[in-house]
């Protein structure tokens, strides 16, 4: 789910509102735990996910073998088409949105987007670093699952597909 990685569905609830009765999803981030294995954290809030626009949202299936591969080239080479002279503030909704509308090929080309923004600037702020590292880690979690490689053993072919994207845009 978005920037929340791996959601377990952990019921489905209605509640009155004002406008009638709305059911949605209850959904609670899952950890990974190592070994292949992920865990819901207790002290993790529910995340509350209208039923009827949940897509939109941002929930979607976890990535498959083929969408993973996929994912991998278009680390390396796909098109950057993300607006540069935006503040930080809006460029964060485009990323944000871009995830929630394209899925795990949005977060790659988001991941891609903010490796290259680091890449050219001497000093990247905090912010986006941070940002950066979040969809980072959801993105290479999801790959190394679907793909069952560590996401240590995964990590250098990511990081040579980022490379030779900022050679490609050099």
Same mark, same amino acid.
């Given at each position: 789910y978005g920037l929340h990685g791996k959601c377990l569905i952990t019921s489905i609830e209605?509640?009155?509102?004002?406008?009638?009765? *709305?059911?949605?999803?209850?959904?609670?981030?899952?950890?990974?735990?190592?070994?292949?294995?992920?865990?819901?954290?207790?002290k993790d809030p529910s995340i509350l996910?209208?039923?009827e626009n949940a897509r939109e949202k941002g929930l979607r299936p976890l990535v498959g073998r083929e969408e993973a591969e996929s994912i991998?080239?278009?680390?390396?080479?796909?098109a950057d088409d993300f607006e540069a002279k935006v503040t930080w503030i809006?460029?964060? !909704?485009?990323l944000e949105d871009t995830i929630r509308k394209e899925g795990?090929?949005?977060?790659?080309?988001? *991941?891609?987007?903010?490796?290259?923004?680091? !890449?050219?600037?001497?000093?990247? /702020?905090t912010i986006v670093l941070k940002y950066y590292d979040s969809v980072y880690r959801i993105l290479s979690r999801e790959l190394?699952?679907?793909?069952?490689?560590? /996401?240590?053993l995964l990590e250098p072919t990511i990081q040579k597909?980022?490379?030779?994207?900022?050679?490609?845009e050099n």
């Open positions: 209605t509640k009155n509102l004002p406008m009638g009765p *709305v059911s949605f999803y209850q959904i609670k981030s899952l950890k990974n735990t190592g070994l292949g294995r992920a865990a819901i954290n207790p996910i209208p039923v991998l080239k278009l680390l390396e080479s796909g809006t460029k964060q !909704k485009i795990a090929i949005g977060l790659a080309r988001v *991941v891609a987007h903010l490796y290259v923004i680091i !890449k050219r600037d001497p000093v990247p /702020p190394s699952e679907t793909l069952g490689i560590a /996401p240590k597909a980022l490379k030779n994207r900022l050679a490609q």
